[in-house]
């Protein structure tokens, strides 16, 4: 799609590609071996993907992780899936390098993410409820 960076990108900062899926580097990089992952089909979720599709892109997914493990000793690689801007299924693989900040006080820590959300944490009945749903769908 003409409107979609990834769809753009895509062919610019391809670093490994399958029938289903790319591995891109460049310009939207944040830091140092941040790389994403995204369908070559364009669809705006996981979901979307046929069987084969998410089998495909997670199989990459898992070869880019391991293939950045490989540049040099991270603390921790992270996986994000958030597509907020961009309507193209994507993962990013963020490293971390000894020292750096992790990322889970932002997403859960009471100064992050957590912080706007306000108090909203599910109570245990509704947790519960849910968790019956799940299984009925799930299984
Ligand atoms: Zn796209």
Not at 98 to 110: H, L, S
């Amino acid at each position: 799609m003409d409107d979609c960076r990834i769809c753009r990108f895509m062919n610019d900062w391809d670093v490994a590609s399958t029938k289903h899926g790319v591995v891109t580097y460049g310009g939207l990089a944040i830091k140092e071996g941040h790389l994403v992952v995204a369908s070559r089909r364009h669809v705006p979720s996981l979901s979307d993907l046929t069987d084969e599709e998410a089998t495909g892109v997670l199989a990459l997914l898992r070869k880019a992780v391991r293939g950045l493990g490989e540049i040099r000793a991270w603390e921790k690689i992270y996986v994000l899936m958030i597509g907020d801007k961009d309507t193209h299924f994507h993962a990013h693989v963020i490293p971390r390098l000894p020292g750096e900040a992790p990322v889970g006080p932002f997403v859960f820590g009471p100064e992050g993410w957590r912080s706007v959300l306000g108090p909203s944490s599910p109570d245990s009945r509704a947790v519960s409820s849910m968790r019956e749903v799940l299984r009925s769908i799930l299984k």
